[in-house]
């Protein structure tokens, strides 16, 4: 046996979540070409985490189990633990333009911790929220209160120095403070949650607009769009026999043409724009009062598309580039197949591979029975590894026949979710002199559509 390894970054799109899927709450990635969902971190995870991206879509940082802060670098597979706070609810983190530092609010300081020096930079700023960056890197945006202990919004240099109160502010508090991606806008509601109205300000003429929000003043997560033109946000609304819900709706940075989009069952939902400024990403499926639903509209052409479901779904953040992700390419000459895995999986055993976020294994049939027949004993082995309610898939690979077994909800947890692809080879093998028909991948259900998209049958004379 010989393997061939050649690592190329794959650049893919993905929305980042935070789900039980797993059985656990932890950090998964939604592929928006492939539709795979791929678990990215193991148990560390908690219904409040949050992931937040970094701007050039190789990081990941959340607070998770313990309060715990992590960084999670995404091409070397590693995790890292950065911080831990007293609270980890409602912590928000910010990425500096060139990705290597974040900032976020700890007791009564902003922290400003460089994910690859690992320095940390403290300024004590009492009862401040929302600390975030301007586009040059050198400045930060952040709520606190005034000399009168009221919510204002200032600014200042990285260093501390500058200080400069942005706001006038004479009423509630500001929440949800949020600097568009140029610079030039910032949003945030007030006063409260049982009413929540949305205002931006236009940072150059000291404008401030009231957005119209939903028709009961409860509009949540506001969320600009990458081209800072756009705002999309849940507002909150009831219906006698339906109880209450959301409007997905999107208004301009001056609060106007403000319209609903699309509806979600849920009390409220977080929002994510696309890249392209293009789609926004949001959740429903809220049947027990979290939701089990992905759903993604383009705003141009307002058709909701469900994209996952069948977990709970508490968060959700869309990359804002294209994120890559190393690859290696697998290469067997003896059961003449190729195709490529995450290049964090290592070799446990002959012809396996694992990972922490999944694993496959290869081998051969040799029986000449009919596709449909050699699917069958494998979904149903007497063992049941599959489960008692396998789901078989014909489908085609390179043109040959092929077939997708996948487990029911009730395979034994030790399989992993194993599940297997076959394919009919288009000319049998000889291996130490047994004829083989077909071959055989198993691997985990989140990854097992990559592998085999990517999967090619490396014949002798080719």
């Not at 400045?139 to 706001?167: E, N, V």
């Not at 141009?300 to 994120?323: C, F, R, Y």
């Amino acid at each position: 046996m010989q393997h061939f390894y050649d690592i190329r970054p794959k650049e893919e799109e993905w929305i980042a979540y935070t789900s039980n899927r797993g059985g656990s709450y932890d950090i998964w990635l939604y592929h928006l070409t492939q539709g795979i969902d791929t678990q990215v971190t193991s148990g560390i995870g908690e219904s409040f985490s949050i992931p937040f991206w970094s701007p050039d879509s190789r990081k990941i940082a959340f607070v998770g189990r313990n309060n715990i802060l992590f960084v999670i670098q995404l091409v070397e597979g590693a995790v890292a633990r950065i911080d831990q706070f007293a609270e980890g609810l409602g912590v928000f983190l910010s990425w500096s333009p060139d990705s290597q530092q974040l900032a976020y609010i700890k007791q009564d300081d902003i922290m400003l911790y460089n994910v690859i020096t690992h320095q940390v930079q403290r300024i004590n700023e009492p009862a401040a929220t929302d600390v975030q960056w301007f586009p040059s890197g050198t400045a930060l945006l952040f709520q606190a209160p005034d000399s009168d202990g009221i919510s204002q919004l200032f600014g200042m240099q990285t260093d501390g120095a500058a200080r400069q109160q942005i706001t006038q502010n004479t009423e509630g508090r500001l929440n949800n403070v949020r600097l568009s991606p140029d610079g030039t806008f910032v949003l945030y509601t007030t006063p409260g949650v049982s009413i929540s109205i949305i205002f931006t300000i236009d940072l150059t003429m000291g404008s401030v607009f009231e957005v119209m929000g939903g028709p009961l003043g409860r509009n949540y997560n506001p969320a600009w769009s990458p081209d800072s033109s756009t705002i999309a946000y849940s507002a909150n609304t009831f219906e006698n026999g339906v109880g209450y819900f959301s409007l997905i709706r999107t208004t301009g940075r001056q609060a106007e043409g403000d319209r609903t989009r699309a509806m979600s069952n849920c009390f409220s939902t977080p929002v994510t724009w696309s890249p392209d400024s293009r789609k926004v990403a949001y959740l429903s499926g809220c049947e027990n009062g979290t939701a089990s639903e992905m759903w993604v509209i383009d705003v141009g052409h307002p058709v909701p598309v469900k994209v996952t479901s069948g977990a709970l779904i508490t968060s959700l953040q869309w990359s804002p580039g294209t994120a890559p992700f190393s690859m290696r390419t697998y290469t067997d000459v003896v059961y003449q197949v190729q195709f490529e895995y995450p290049a964090h999986w290592e070799e446990v055993a002959d012809r396996r591979y694992e990972g922490r976020d999944g694993f496959f294994q290869i081998s051969a049939i040799a029986t000449d029975e009919p596709l449909h027949f050699v699917c069958r004993n494998e979904a149903f082995h007497p063992l049941f590894p599959y489960g008692s309610n396998p789901r078989i898939f014909s489908t085609l690979i390179e043109n040959q026949e092929a077939c997708f077994i996948f487990p029911s909800a009730d395979q034994p947890v030790e399989m992993r979710r194993q599940a297997a692809l076959l394919v009919r080879y288009p000319i049998p093998i000889q291996i130490e002199g047994t004829t083989y028909h077909y071959f055989i991948l198993w691997a985990d259900e989140n990854h097992l559509k990559h592998l085999s998209s990517t999967l090619t049958l490396k014949l002798p004379s080719s």
